[in-house]
Structure formats: C-alpha cells, structure tokens
C-alpha cells in the first residue's frame, strides 16, 4: 500500500525535471542568440544577506554589493598593488603619521549628486566610528596598544586628511578599501527611533529596500534582485572612468550547490564557473569540444578556515551567554586551538577533495598579498602532528578516557562545527573526523 504513492512521487519528480530541463535549455538558446553577446553571468554559493555595506557579515553580500561601491583605492586585480579609485593620489607626511587622499575632480554619485570630501567624512566620523553602528571596519582601523581611531579632517572639498597616532602600516590599504556612502542618503537615517531609540541607519537599505533606491560610485547599479535567483546590474552612468565597465548587463547567479552549478555551466547557462579538484579531469576532457578555457590563476586570495566562537559576553536581553561557558573556556585556550591546528590532516584535505589544486596556509594573509610571511622566511606552520596535538592536550590538563576527550573539569569536549552550502560541508566532515 506504501509503493503506489511513492510510484506516483517519482513520475510527478521526473516530470518536473524534464519540463525544469526543456525550461532550461530553451531560455539559454533564446538569450544566447539574441543578447549574451554583452552579458556576463557568473554563479555564487549562497544568497546574501543585506544591501547595507556596513552591515555585511557575510562574504556574499560583501561580493554583491563590492561592484556598486568603492574606496579611495582598489586593488589592482593582476598585481595585487593599489591602484586609485576615488581618489587620484595620496601622500603620507610626519613621519608616516598622516595619510592624506585627493579626490579626483567632478565625481558623481550614481543620482547626479556629486561626490566630495564631505561624503568622505561623513562615511568615517559619522559611520564607521559611530559606536551605536556595528561595524568590523572600526576594529580594523583601532591603531596600536592604545586602539585609538584615525582623526579624520576635511582640508578642502577634494582632501581628506587621515592623522593616526603612530605609523600604521596597513593604513593605505584598510583605510583607502572602505567603500565610501552618499552623505545625503544617511545623514537623515542618524535619528533614532522613538520605540526603541535605535538608529534608523540599522533598518536601511534592507533587501526590501528597492534596488532603483540603491545609491551608489561604482561600475554598476543593481537593476534587479530576486532573492535565492539572481541579481542583474547595469552601468553606472555616472562612474568616473569613462567607457567602463566594458561589459553592459552582469549578472550574478545564486546557485548553491556546486553540482548544479557545474551542470549549468557545461549547458551554456553559466559563462564561469570556480572548478573543484574533482572537476579538473571532466572540464579538462572536453575543454577544446565545448569551447572553454581553464585558467590556472594560483592560490585565491582567500581560504578556507575554522574559527571558534570567542565571545564572553551575554545576551542582554536575556543575560545568559551567548557560549556555553564550559565550551568558551575551551574555545578561549590557546592550548585547546593550537591542538586542534595540529589534528587536522590538511594535505589529506588537498589530496582528496580538492585533487591536489590546493595549498597550506598557515596565516590569515592569503597567500598572494604582498604582506604574506611565506614559512621559509620565519612563519610558524601547524602540519599534521595528531600525536602532538595529544600531548598539548594532555599538557594543559585534558585527559583521554576510552577515547573521549575529558576537559580539565572532566567534562566531554564535544562542540558543533557548522558549514555553509556547498565544498565546505565535505571539509567540515573531513575535520571533524579528524577529530
């Protein structure tokens, strides 16, 4: 009696995948005759998060929204060096303690509104270093044992002076990448609401925001955003680099599994696709058949990583901690993560998921970054040393109990390692056997 309806199940399923197939086909045959030839569709992993620059907590959001708006400098795409984007030049004077940018002349923001040293301010005194906004953007700029923020001062309508209390070196880079905001659309989001006296700059630019009210300085503006589909921009009519961007319609494509995504771009309906290791051999075959390049372009300038919760503090609405206390006390031992370090099997990683395309990283600065410290010039290096892990363990008072780990307190160290769709679950598994 169970079999017929799970019969009926299965040809309902295949015959939405054949119309979801012909549907597919047909729509890239279409567009691919008539308007493909100045539009460039691109697939990312997850949905994002907010339009709201400031707010972004997640990679996508912060990869949607990096083409709408821009910095004082960029960063060249092929060197790595900084290049000038909103600002024409710069200079550093007393003794590397003063940073000093000059904007180029007549920019616009993306509604005709010029774009001038105000916005500039604005964007730092106003937002960044206002303490009821929550931005990691401020914790970065903290200078120094004193975690003083760069005093930020207008010179005329084209400078803006950055005045830091000692050297700072990564000042050019962290200061010049923040995408600078249109004062005239958030000075008016800076009062606080009369029920709950929060700033009305934390409920703006939502994704129910509409995209037509998006402003923005660069390449492009969001046309259209279906939300878990896609987001469609045009050019900024206004972008200061005339004749850019070269490509009229982009178009970023949510597709979270990376199956799916290999799928659609051998079908046409993707123009890149980031391969995987165990995709290599497949893409490779048929490269000349179906007319596609694969182009080794070295380690990316991110990496996979774990990191634990650190956070003490509690929930104030609630005050009850926001981690376990008997996980934060873990979490908190440097002991407890140089262990973990040493457990993971990260070239077994390389070798099985992704076929070998990959590298170690023992830093936070990728490895392509000019400030990378390669291990042969002095980085330390966590290789695979489960027997060390062990005796770290061990060292700082952790025992083994018919193979569970007993923390000093004698309670089972067991945590959750959570992953986002897509190549992350398979590292997460392999990590946690690891473990």
Known sequence: MQQQ?????????????????????????????????????????????????????????????????????????????????????WEF?????????????DLKWSDGQ????????????????????????????????SQTLPKVQKLDDRRISFFMSEPFAPALRTIGGIGILPKHIFAPTL????????????????????????????????????????IIYKPNPYYWKKGT????????QIVESPDTALLRFRSGDLDMYRLRGEDYQLLKRFEKRDRYKIYNAGPAT??????????????????????DPIKSKWFNDVSFRRAVAYAINREAMITNLSRGLAQTQNSPISIPSPYFLPPEKGLKVYDYQPEKSKKILIQAGYKYEAEQLLDPQGNPVRFTLMAPTGGRVAMGAQIKNDL
């Open 191 to 230: 009062t606080e609401r009369p029920s709950d006296q929060k700033l009305q700059f934390l409920e703006t630019w939502t994704l129910a925001t509409p995209v037509e009210k998006l402003v923005g300085n660069g390449p492009y503006l969001i046309q259209e955003y279906r939300p878990s589909e896609r």
């Open 93 to 105: 004077q007393q003794d590397g303690k003063q940073l000093i940018f000059t904007l180029r002349p």
């Open 5 to 89: 309806p799970r019969v009926k199940r299965w040809k309902t399923l295949i015959l939405l995948l054949i119309i979801s197939l012909f549907s597919l086909l047909l729509w890239g045959c279409s567009i691919k005759s008539e308007v493909l030839k100045d539009r460039l569709v691109v697939p990312i992993e997850n949905d994002i998060k907010t339009f709201n620059p400031i707010l972004i907590n997640d990679a996508y959001s912060g990869i949607a929204i990096s083409f709408t708006l821009t910095g004082l400098v960029t960063e060249n795409a092929i060197t790595k060096n900084l290049d000038p984007e909103l600002a024409e030049k």
């Open 245 to 252: 961007p070269y490509i009229d319609k982009f178009v970023i």
């Open 302 to 323: 991110g990496q996979a990583f774990i990191m634990f919760n650190l956070n003490k503090g509690r929930d104030p609405k609630t005050n009850q901690p926001f981690v």
């Open 114 to 145: 010029p774009l001038t040293a105000d916005d500039v301010l604005f964007t730092f005194n106003d937002i960044i270093f206002n303490e009821k906004i929550p931005s990691g953007s401020r914790d970065v700029l903290r200078i120094g044992r």
